[in-house]
């Protein structure tokens, strides 16, 4: 079985930056898609940003231009990079991967908490 691992959140101050990791245990290369959700209290989670296998990357709207995907295919890790961190960027990032024909994987999840 896939794991995928999260680490990097914490609390900070809107207006500040994390950056999240997600350690895979097999090559992410192999991987058709991988992503960070999210969900916050009383919400349903949601797509934060997604990275597919030849690179292309794709956004929720609310956090465009503030957060960035990446990833380290020899490092066997995708990055969520989160600046202007606000209030409602509170939840627990969860990362997720998938590959054609397969299931998908989930991580534990790393709570991120931005207070004013």
């Known amino acids: 079985q896939v794991q995928l691992v999260e680490s990097g959140g914490g609390l900070v101050q809107a207006g500040e930056s994390l950056r999240l990791s997600c350690g895979a245990s097999?090559?992410?290369?192999?991987?058709?898609?991988m992503g960070w959700y999210r969900q916050a209290p009383g919400k349903q989670r949601e797509l934060v940003a997604n990275?597919?296998?030849?690179?292309?990357?794709n956004y929720a709207d609310s956090v465009k231009g503030r957060f960035t995907i990446s990833r380290d295919i020899a490092k066997n890790t995708v990055y969520l990079q989160m600046n202007s961190l606000k209030p409602e960027d509170t939840a627990v990032y969860y990362c997720?991967?998938?590959?054609?024909?397969?299931?998908?994987?989930w991580g534990q999840g790393t709570q991120v908490t931005v207070s004013l």
């Open positions: 997720n991967a998938r590959r054609s024909w397969a299931r998908a994987y």
């Open positions: 097999e090559s992410i290369s192999s991987f058709t898609v």
């Open positions: 990275i597919v296998s030849g690179g292309s990357t």
